[in-house]
């Protein structure tokens, strides 16, 4: 490709108004445009790299058996009622419209109801299955904070497949499958990814996982073992009950409970600068309300923080989960929010793992301005229920048993699925058995972000330059930079020759051509699109017969004889 024929003229001056990176090197390397909230334009450098990216998952969808179809991104009102979710598929994610017949539409945010529809009347026998079906296809999702750019869009790419099977046995072979072929596809473009499972299935093993690759403009937050492959979203990551740091109880003996004064103190912050502790031997208590419509006592050790997913889902405590409200508090313990202790508490006591493994350790006395050293369980409170209330630390041991946590944002750019036959049951999609009886077929379903994909994979591959591609996804692999091409023949004709030579041998190359522009300028402009390759052609080097090869990412650069350099590409891309 020739640059002039490109709208990359003015890379540098493209405004950017976003913090997030990615979505700022999209912009000013020219991959996409806005048109409206959350809806881009792919430009013709952008676009290639989607390409690349497709192109990555077709081989590894293929090549996993799955086969490709392309689903209609207008899908009638119908098929939604009769799997119940025209009314509420995730808030309001749904755009509806009608068509001049007043009949209702949407523009799928996602595809199982026309995939169930269409194996409902193309499958008849379980000798079919089982089979897997994907497409590469338009999303819309009216979504509430279109942001990041194509990171969270409400127009974007998915690859989505769907399973069905005859059998639980068969879906779960399909899942491996796809677990196996999403960890290949991540790998191929050079992303650092974690699995993680986004519910814990009751029967063991989980029936959905995300795959996280992990970014600082991540919205999740992955809980990880720098040992083991655990992985979990911080929402969901159980912690290990007691903490590896807890003090055994036969060093410890109990002191005499005393009481501190402790005026104006209001957070654990302000009682560990005023005593001078620990905040790791304090236990803060949270008020909550209670299932039965009473309030519930929540402890933690000083230093954790309450994951209220997880206590709601206990059954002392009320679902939605709500705290107590200062004036209920006032009435029920008749102190403020900053003095709350365990000691004479009339409510049952739900305490954390950590804070139940505490001794000698500080509380609130219930009454304002007034804490308690030395407070033991059992002796001076006793606790209802030991239970797991709050998030993960970094430096936790890991819930498998090995390693420690760490904690870093991360992307989801793919999320795999055993749906079962939520669908099936709904919209009665069956074929028949080895016996000619009617079965029900069990479904997977599988997405994975390809639009967000790019984004993602800039997140983990830049630098102060700009993007620095791997070689798997680049726009071009090569750019090839004449420097004033048009006051020397010489320096014309060898870019011309080796161009010519470079495409004819299938090269992904660009050259950049734009004459009124200053070599600076194309330098820093190819940085910017991060073209793994470059060779810069000047009437200097060549009067020594030399060209200037630079490698992206490295930044090594060395002059490669001019005769020499298409041998020297030949072997180094
Ligand atoms: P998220 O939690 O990020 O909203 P989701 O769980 O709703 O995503 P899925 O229904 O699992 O998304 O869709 C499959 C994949 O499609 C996601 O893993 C993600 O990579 C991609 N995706 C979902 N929503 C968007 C979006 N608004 N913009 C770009 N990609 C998206
Ligand atoms: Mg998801």
Same mark, same amino acid.
């Given at each position: 490709m020739r640059a002039s024929n490109y709208t990359i003229a003015t890379l540098k001056e493209t405004p950017v108004d976003t913090e997030v990176i990615s979505h700022q090197l999209m912009l000013r390397a020219g991959l996409i445009r806005k048109l409206a909230s959350g809806i881009y334009t792919w430009l013709p450098v952008g676009l290639r790299v989607l390409h690349k990216v497709e192109h990555i998952i077709r081989q590894e969808m293929d090549a996993s058996g799955a086969q490709e179809v392309m689903l209609p991104l207008v899908q009638p009102a119908e098929l939604w009622i009769e799997s119940g979710r025209?009314?509420?598929?995730?808030? *309001?994610?749904l755009l509806k419209f009608q068509d001049r017949h007043q009949r209702d539409f949407c523009f799928g945010p996602t595809h199982e109801e026309v995939i169930t529809d269409l194996a409902r009347t193309e499958l008849r026998s379980h000798k079919q299955l089982p089979v897997n079906y994907y497409q590469i296809q338009t999303k819309f999702r009216d979504e509430i904070r279109p942001r990041f750019g194509v990171l969270r869009a409400r127009e974007f790419l998915m690859k989505d497949a769907y399973s069905f099977h005859a059998t639980q046995q068969s879906l779960e072979e399909t899942y491996q499958i796809m677990h196996d072929t999403y960890s290949r596809i991540l790998q191929r473009m050079q992303l650092d990814f974690r699995v993680v499972q986004a519910d814990s299935g009751s029967i063991g093993g989980s029936s959905s996982m995300e795959f996280h690759v992990l970014a600082e403009s991540g919205e999740d937050t992955i809980a990880f073992s720098n040992e083991s492959n655990f992985a979990a979203n911080i929402e969901m990551a159980a912690t290990l009950a007691p903490p590896a740091e807890t003090e055994k109880p036969v060093a410890i003996k109990p002191v005499a409970i005393k009481e501190v004064a402790t005026p104006g103190v209001k957070t654990i912050a302000e009682l560990v600068a005023l005593l @001078?502790?620990?905040? @790791?031997k304090t236990i803060k208590t949270l008020i909550a309300k209670a299932e039965d419509g009473g309030l519930v006592a929540l402890v933690l050790r000083g230093d954790h923080q309450l994951n209220h997913l997880k206590a709601e889902k206990l059954p002392q405590v009320a679902s939605p989960f709500a705290l107590a409200s200062e004036d209920e508090i006032k009435q029920a313990l008749g102190c403020g929010t900053g003095s709350i202790g365990p000691v004479g508490l009339k409510m049952p006591i739900l305490a954390d793992h950590s804070a139940a493994a505490l001794h000698n350790f500080t509380a609130g006395a219930?009454?304002? *301005?007034i804490h308690l050293a030395n407070v033991n369980w059992d002796r001076d409170a006793s606790i209802t229920r030991v239970c797991d209330l709050r998030y993960l630390v970094e430096g936790d041991p890991s819930p498998d048993g090995q390693g420690i946590i760490q904690l870093k944002k991360g992307i989801e750019v793919g999320h795999i699925f055993q749906l079962g036959d939520k669908y099936s049951q709904a919209m009665d999609a069956r074929v028949l058995d080895d016996q000619g009886k009617a079965i029900l077929m069990k479904m997977g379903c599988y997405g994975m972000g390809v639009s967000r994909l790019v984004a993602a994979i800039i997140e983990q591959h830049h630098d102060d330059h700009g993007i620095i591609w791997p070689h798997t996804v680049a726009p071009f692999t090569l750019s090839l930079i004449p420097v004033n091409a048009h006051q020397s023949e010489d320096v014309s004709k060898t870019t011309e020759q080796l161009y010519q030579q470079l495409l004819e041998s299938n090269f992904d190359v660009l050259l950049d051509? /734009?004459?009124?522009? /200053?070599p600076g300028v194309k330098f820093a402009d190819a940085e910017l699109l991060g073209i793994p390759h470059r060779v810069i052609i000047g009437d200097k080097g060549l009067k020594r017969g030399m060209v200037e090869y630079t490698c992206r990412r490295t930044g090594a650069t060395q002059d490669v004889s001019a005769d020499e350099i298409f041998a020297f590409l030949s072997a180094t891309i």
């Open positions: 025209w009314q509420q598929y995730d808030e *309001g994610l @001078k502790i620990s905040e @790791k219930n009454q304002t *301005g051509n /734009r004459p009124a522009l /200053r």
